[in-house]
């Protein structure tokens, strides 16, 4: 029996991390969404590491935070471990990264979806999509026969589109995780609307029992939770300088140890018993998270490998081993773990698995995410090929915004790689595809010295108050965040240095030379001291964010390089306004043989896009410039 049909503007299908981005952007932008998931309790859960954020990945977070976004208040409100990476290097290229509390991650991300007005939460399972008489989405049908329509539908299926787990040789399950069914129908669907699939696979480690460890012989890696936050809206700005609330949960420490030689050799001699090395699996994995059974064959000189014990949460004694992802058969992988030092007395309570799923090659989509062969549906997350939580969540925003744009009928986003790692990894998966899951680093972008992870605020603020993202108490807090960069650089500028409390700190810097009287900014240009350790011996600007005093400290320190990448942004951004018409580009005789292949089996919107694109030269750059002009001539 068929049940009534609901209306919505648009229809989210999954509930991870891609999902939930995607509804919450959908919803903020003024659309009425559904968020479809099989089951609900699972809405936010974390699939594999328990860990949000690193090199370019804490990047993102804080850009989908600035966005209205929900991961960086969800990490904050979950994290049990705080690391600034790169401390040992310049502010320019510090990380943020967070372990997680699994359940307090996965309820702070369901509470704040709940919350999100515009947005309901459906349990069901996707069966096929919806079509109208003119061939555009119309909705999603489940499979207990009910009916969600919608001008717009977001796909965020991560793994489970024909997913299948193996572990060993001989055990293989469908699923797209451990102990949940995969979705078939609705990738049988892909082919009838004219996407091309194909299959990727990724992996997940055992977990053990923390209390089975010999912490004795590990080494302990504390917490780092200082000043820190992902989020710039949760906690500020007065509660925060008060110190009357408790900005995260208690804080537990990682442990590190190295799987040796005995673990080569044994890896070595049970190869064959790998479900990827014995032939169970075809499919390509990512290059940057390999198995254990990778890292032994690709790297076979190497003497050990590092591996990280992180916490699972609060309430359980259970651990991650990171750095162990496999797919060889049970037994094996307990006699491995008893291998490394410390854990030789391990129980393992959850074993590896490899899993292999249906991806769609991202060259089959626009750069609003929407799928070149039909009106109105929209993909982001793994099933575009990319591998991680934060690049899945990104995506998700991206779609999200554009869904809601399409229903509304609304001016699409499109972010620029000048602007954003957003930007830059939409970018990189239309116009270059993927060949191995696709996951994002500072050196895929060009402009990575003014795009951080500490002005991500600044960067993509104004692009959140023209799309109308956030809410009035948001914009009242990013306010007071923004104004503090500004007055941190004036009250440089203004106080001078140095009274004999600053003497010592000076001295240490090598700044014996300089006179009294020397305004902090003049002192903070020659890169030996931080502006915030200037500010400390002066007694001033306590009361400023002190993520805005970093900021600040790296535009007065390194201005002239910014002002020389911000010129290269500016000319990108430029060629991003020059939209390509739907050219003949066999036909374009000037531009070279290779150039116009790739133009034509990418067929990019913009002259920007057609830039990023290998094998389109700057030659061919300026041609098609006037082979524009001879078409519009006609």
Known sequence: MRHSAQDFDVVVIGGGHAGTEAAVAAARRGARVALLTTTLETIGQLSCNPAMGGVAKGTVIREIDALGGVMGRATDLAAIQFRMLNRGKGPAVWAPRAQVDRGLY???????????PNLVTVQGTAAKLLLNGGG???????????????????????????????????LSVSGGRAGEAATTELAEQFADLGLTTARFKTGTPPRIDGRSVDYARLTRQESEIEDFDFSWSAFWPTSRRRGTETRHPEQLPCWITFAGAEVKALVQQRLHESAMYGGAIGARGPRYCPSIEDKIVRFADAERHQIFLEPEGLDTA??????????????????????????????????????????????????????????????????????????AGGQGVVAGLNSAAHALGI??????????????????????????????????????????QDNALGRLHPTALALGLLTGEERACAGPRLDDEARAT??????????????????????????????????????????????KARAVGSDLHPEAVITADLEIKYSGYFIRERKAADRLRRMGEVPLPDLPYAALRTISVEARQKLAARRPATLAQAATIPGVSPADLQNLVLEIERWRRG
């Open 106 to 116: 996965r309820r702070a991300v369901r509470r704040a979806v709940e919350a999100q």
């Open 411 to 452: 001016a699409p986003v499109v972010l620029g790689r000048e602007s954003s790692y957003l930007g830059v990894l939409v970018d990189d998966l239309v116009t270059r595809g993927v060949d191995e899951p696709y996951r994002l680093f500072t050196s895929r972008s060009e402009f990575r010295l003014t795009v951080r």
């Open 136 to 170: 555009e989405v119309a909705g999603v049908e489940t499979t207990d026969g009910a009916h969600l329509k919608a001008r717009a539908v977001v796909i965020c299926t991560g793994t489970f589109l024909r997913g299948r787990i193996h572990v060993g040789t001989t």
């Open 318 to 391: 259970e651990l991650y081993v990171n750095g162990l992802s496999t797919s060889l058969p049970a037994e094996i992988q307990l006699e491995m773990l008893r291998a490394i030092p410390g854990l030789e007395r391990t129980v393992m309570t959850r074993a590896g698995y490899a899993i292999e799923y249906d991806y769609v090659p991202p060259t089959q989509l626009h750069p609003t995410l929407a799928t070149r062969a039909l009106a109105g549906l929209f993909l982001a997350g793994q099933v575009n090929g990319t591998t991680g939580y934060e690049e």
């Open 490 to 535: 004036t009250l440089a500028q203004e106080t001078t240095i140095f009274p004999p409390q600053a003497a010592e700190l000076l001295a240490q810097a090598g700044e014996r030379e300089l006179a009294y009287g020397v305004p902090i900014i003049e002192v903070a240009r020659r890169q030996k001291v931080s502006l915030g350790d200037l500010f």
